[in-house]
Nanobody, 115 residues
Framework: QVQLEESGGGLVQAGGSLRLSCTASGSIFSVNLMAWYRQAPGKERELVAAIIGGGNTNYADSVKGRFTISRDNAKNTVYLQMDSLKSEDTGVYYC?????????WGKGTLVTVSS
């Protein structure tokens, strides 16, 4: 089993920044995918950003140029740097990792952007 612990959420004004962190622990052998999803009130969960294998990244169009995903393999940690935040970025952000075809989810961290 893989456990995920997220941190870094909170309340921020529009235009501000936050940095989310997610650390994986447990049976870590070969995590090839680390990603962040979010779920806004009344909406479905959506992919925000992903980092795969050697470092290839993928972003939702709505966050391109504002968010940056990175990972520290030595710490089994993935980060999401969020800049120029907008009210529509409000939601619960979930960490997701993939290992051997199995996806694991964190419990989520709330990000609230006030306008």
């Amino acid at each position: 089993q893989v456990q995920l612990e997220e941190s870094g959420g909170g309340l921020v004004q529009a235009g501000g920044s936050l940095r989310l962190s997610c650390t994986a622990s447990g049976s870590i052998f070969s995590v090839n995918l680390m990603a962040w999803y979010r779920q806004a009130p009344g909406k479905e969960r959506e992919l925000v950003a992903a980092i795969i294998g050697g470092g290839n990244t993928n972003y939702a169009d709505s966050v391109k140029g504002r968010f940056t995903i990175s990972r520290d393999n030595a710490k089994n940690t993935v980060y999401l740097q969020m800049d120029s935040l907008k009210s529509e970025d409000t939601g619960v952000y979930y960490c997701n990792v993939g290992q051997w075809g199995i996806r694991y989810w964190g419990k989520g961290t709330l990000v609230t952007v006030s306008s």
